[in-house]
């Protein structure tokens, strides 16, 4: 009979938090300054009408892809099940109505759905009003603690990924009909959203030490070391960034979409927090080294804001960008020990990172082929240039290698090793690895970045040691050791 009766109670479900991994106003606002960013400077005008108003102009301004939300599956499995047992579903929420109506309308699950106008913010007591308006007895499904107002007076509570300590006052003031504890990470999402693994790519900055024969010098390693601390803490800082403004396409993407933020396991706001302090504290440790370093940090750091929010939906130009941004860890790396990096350095780096960047689309768009998507979200590609960015990524891998042996020809090459003949074996190798790797991505196993990749590849890492190798016995004398 109790069961009966809890199924014609109505039940109330609140949305941020609890029907999705995510928060509909921080979604709606990262989505509106990527699109339009002097939004952005709008926004706190807005707020001083009050935090409807702000809701109101946000959710008219941007399109929301409720089909890509992070849903939270066990919790709606439930809800299923109580709709078909002839339950009464009421969506409610404080995001905007129109957000709202959009998640209601995709999930076609609710008898109504109610969010926030531009002049009533459905929050708190707002909010219980609105309920009691429609019904004397209800169940309530929520988060946090803002909802204990709405249960108070409810028949039942239904918390929903919430703390011990709010399921506990809840028990106190209702009873309580089921318990979702949704995700529990702990600070593993937190790391994955730092991207620990691109680190990787800044070992680019002991390139100019090692060319520079200093490797001996401990002050020098020194320098570089923390170069390489402060790139990775601001590349941190830009990865999570990029990924709170890359939501819909990120969820699209079949790697992408398990990122802690697409994914729901680290709220956004967590995000919008983090990113700023990691850049604070890489440029508080970067002031320790030459101001040319602190400089090309910040130009790193304004090339991946531009990135970010223009340069990546820019056909070819978003492949040229990456490859820049890999030549500049080179020249930080530079500036660190105060040494100034050849032209041919830069050259070859130029070439080799745009190949290695085209790789990257490469494998976006043949994953986009495969899966009959014509376009890529957010991009300005089509399934149709994959052939083409095949052949522009071996074209600029075969000029990066030319440039190295035209650089192996350089007096100033010939006068800085004494057998720089020797460095004529790195060209096959070279040649080996780079085509390799597009043989991998051709055949559909490379599915990270292509520098990451080859960073953590065996056979890249034995052809990198044997390159190495090389370096150091062109400064052998063989002919003396040979006589």
């Known amino acids: 009979m109790a069961d009966t009766h809890k199924h014609q109670t109505p039940l109330f479900v609140d949305l941020d938090g609890t029907l999705i991994h995510s928060d509909l106003l921080l979604e709606s606002f990262l989505d509106l300054i990527k699109r339009h960013f002097l939004c952005l400077f709008l926004a706190p005008f807005w707020l001083l009408r009050g935090k409807a108003w702000l809701k109101y102009q946000i959710a008219s301004r941007v399109e929301l892809r409720a089909d890509l939300l992070p849903y939270n599956n066990e919790f709606l499995d439930y809800l299923r099940e109580q709709k078909a047992q002839g339950r009464k579903l009421i969506l409610i929420s404080a995001s905007s109505d129109r957000l ?3 998640v209601a309308a995709h999930l076609a699950l609710f008898d109504l ?16 009003a609105r309920i009691l308006e429609l019904h004397e007895e209800f169940t309530y499904a929520g988060d946090g603690n803002i909802d204990l107002q709405v249960w108070k007076e409810a028949k039942a509570a239904i918390p929903v990924n919430a703390s011990e300590s709010l399921k506990h006052q809840a028990a106190i003031i209702t009873s309580i009909e089921r318990e979702f504890d949704g995700k529990r990470g702990g600070v593993r999402p937190y790391l994955k959203a730092l991207r620990l693994h691109q680190w990787l790519k800044n070992t680019l900055v002991f390139l100019p030490l090692v060319l520079a024969h200093q490797i001996d010098n401990p002050e020098l390693i020194w320098q ?5 601390v402060c790139f990775g803490l601001c590349a941190s800082s830009v990865y999570i960034l990029n990924d709170l403004l890359d939501l819909p396409s990120d969820r699209q993407h079949r790697s992408k979409c398990n990122r802690p933020f697409a994914a729901g396991d680290v709220p956004l706001i967590h995000g919008l927090l983090i990113s700023p302090a990691l850049l604070i504290v890489a440029f508080t440790i970067a002031l320790t080294l030459p101001t040319a370093f602190v400089i090309i940090l910040a130009l790193y750091y304004l090339c991946t804001g531009l990135y970010s929010f223009v340069l990546k939906r820019i056909m070819l130009v978003d492949v040229i960008m990456l490859a820049a941004l890999y030549t500049l860890r080179i020249i930080s790396g530079a500036a660190a020990i105060s040494v100034v990096p050849s032209f041919w350095l830069l050259a070859f780096s130029m070439f080799l990172f745009f190949s290695l960047a085209v790789v990257k689309r490469y494998t976006e768009l043949d994953y986009l082929r495969s899966a009959g998507i014509e376009q890529s979200e957010g991009r300005g590609y089509y399934a ?8 522009f990524g071996a074209a600029s891998a075969f000029l990066s290698v030319m440039v190295f042996a035209l ?4 007096d100033e090459t010939r006068n800085q090793y004494v ?11 070279l040649l080996y690895m780079i085509t390799r790797i597009w043989l991998l991505a051709a055949r559909g196993q490379i599915e990270e970045d292509p520098i990451v990749f080859a960073l953590k590849d065996r056979v890249s890492q034995a052809v990198t040691l044997v ?4 370096l150091w016995l062109a400064n052998i004398d063989w002919r003396a050791v040979v006589l």
Request: one cysteine or more.
């Open 419 to 429: 057998t720089p003949e020797v460095l004529w074996l790195i060209c096959p190798l």
């Open 384 to 391: 149709q240039d994959l052939s083409m960015m095949a052949i």
């Open 100 to 102: 709202v109506q959009s």
């Open 113 to 128: 759905a109610i969010g926030s106008d531009d002049k009533v913010n459905c929050s708190g007591t707002r909010k219980l």
């Open 407 to 410: 650089y192996i020809n350089n």
């Open 224 to 228: 570089a070391a923390v170069a390489f």
């Open 467 to 470: 390159c190495g190798a090389m």
